[in-house]
C-alpha cells in the first residue's frame, strides 16, 4: 500500500519548554570539554519525571503537560581562565557531586575535598546515576549572546539546570 505524507508533516514542534520545577533524572551524557578559556563540564539530564516518578502533571492552568523525551543541559567550568568564573564552576560540580551521594556535604565551618582528579574522570564517573534536579527556565542566547527567536520573533526559553538536590 502507498501513501503519500507532506513534508510539512514531518517539521515537529519543540512543544512548550520544561516548567520550573524538581525532577529526577538521569544522566545520559557527560563529557569534559576543552575550550579556549579553560575546561568545562557538560551534562546532559534525561528520563525526566516528578518527584513521585510521573511522566505528566497537572498545570496551574488545567492543562496537562507530559515530559516525554525533553533533555536539560548544564554546563560547569572545572577550569578556567576567569577566578570567579572557576570557582562557581566548581562550586555547581562539587553541589551535583552531593546530590549524587560521591561526597559527603561539609558542615558549618568544613571543608571536604573534591575525590576526582580530572574533569574526565568526574564524567565518567556520573553518567549513569539517578539525580533530583531544579530547573528555572532562561532566554536561549546565541554565541554572541542575542536573542534566539522563533518563526513569530518571540524569544525561545530553555530549562536549565539551577539546584542539584540530594535524592
Same mark, same amino acid.
Request: hydrophobic share 35%.
Given at each position: 500500500?502507498?501513501?503519500?505524507?507532506?513534508?510539512?508533516?514531518?517539521?515537529?514542534?519543540?512543544?512548550?519548554?520544561?516548567?520550573?520545577?524538581?525532577?529526577?533524572?538521569t544522566i545520559e551524557v557527560?563529557?569534559?570539554?576543552?575550550?579556549?578559556?579553560?575546561?568545562?563540564?557538560?551534562r546532559q539530564y534525561g528520563?525526566?519525571?516528578?518527584?513521585?516518578?510521573?511522566?505528566?502533571?497537572?498545570?496551574?492552568?488545567?492543562?496537562?503537560?507530559?515530559?516525554?523525551?525533553?533533555?536539560?543541559?548544564?554546563?560547569?567550568?572545572?577550569?578556567?581562565?576567569?577566578?570567579?568564573?572557576?570557582?562557581?564552576?566548581?562550586?555547581?560540580?562539587?553541589?551535583?557531586?552531593?546530590?549524587?551521594?560521591?561526597?559527603?556535604?561539609?558542615?558549618?565551618?568544613?571543608?571536604?575535598?573534591?575525590?576526582?582528579?580530572?574533569?574526565?574522570?568526574?564524567?565518567?564517573? #556520573?553518567?549513569?546515576?539517578?539525580?533530583? #534536579?531544579?530547573?528555572?527556565?532562561?532566554?536561549?542566547?546565541?554565541?554572541?549572546?542575542?536573542?534566539?527567536?522563533?518563526?513569530?520573533?518571540?524569544?525561545?526559553?530553555?530549562?536549565?539546570?539551577?539546584?542539584?538536590?540530594?535524592?
Open positions: 500500500m502507498a501513501f503519500v505524507v507532506k513534508g510539512e508533516e514531518l517539521v515537529g514542534g519543540r512543544g512548550a519548554p520544561l516548567p520550573n520545577g524538581t525532577y529526577l533524572a557527560a563529557e569534559a570539554q576543552q575550550k579556549d578559556n579553560g575546561k568545562q563540564v557538560w528520563n525526566l519525571r516528578t518527584p513521585d516518578g510521573a511522566t505528566e502533571f497537572e498545570l496551574p492552568s488545567g492543562d496537562v503537560y507530559r515530559i516525554g523525551n525533553r533533555k536539560v543541559s548544564s554546563w560547569s567550568w572545572w577550569q578556567h581562565s576567569n577566578a570567579d568564573a572557576e570557582r562557581i564552576g566548581q562550586r555547581e560540580l562539587f553541589r551535583e557531586a552531593v546530590a549524587l551521594g560521591l561526597v559527603e556535604k561539609p558542615g558549618k565551618g568544613e571543608s571536604a575535598e573534591f575525590p576526582f582528579e580530572t574533569a574526565d574522570e568526574y564524567a565518567t564517573e #556520573i553518567v549513569g546515576r539517578e539525580v533530583k #534536579i531544579r530547573t528555572r527556565l532562561r532566554a536561549k542566547q546565541t554565541r554572541d549572546k542575542k536573542p534566539v527567536l522563533d518563526d513569530d520573533g518571540n524569544p525561545v526559553f530553555e530549562a536549565e539546570v539551577s539546584e542539584w538536590l540530594a535524592v
